[in-house]
């Protein structure tokens, strides 16, 4: 699944601004993701990969290509574990 029209139509529907870092070739993003290496990680299985969607404010991850209900529950802050975000009491509606 291609991510780039899925953040696209997400950002639309929700009216944000997704951020997004090439890290391949540019070393100032890649101390960026560094940054979140830990969270990424273990949303990856263990070492950080892209695609990759991180919650800051949460320190929530999802790694890979995910559809745009997985991607929505980490920016509404759901709990995060094995690359999988269930929705919790604390959540924003």
């Not at 951020?19 to 890649?30: G, M």
């Not at 950080?48 to 800051?56: D, K, L, M």
């Not at 999802?62 to 690359?83: E, F, Y």
Request: aromatic share 4%.
């Amino acid at each position: 699944m291609a991510m780039k029209p899925v953040v696209a139509q997400l950002e639309k529907d929700l009216d944000i601004e997704i951020q997004k870092l090439e890290v391949w070739n540019n070393a100032k993003n890649q101390e960026v993701m560094k940054k979140y290496e830990d969270i990424i990680g273990e949303a990856c299985g263990g070492m950080a990969g892209v695609p990759s969607f991180v919650n800051t404010e949460t320190k929530q991850a999802l790694c890979g290509a995910h559809d745009p209900a997985d991607l929505k529950l980490l920016i509404d802050g759901a709990d995060c574990k094995d690359n999988v975000c269930k929705p919790h009491s604390k959540m924003k509606k």
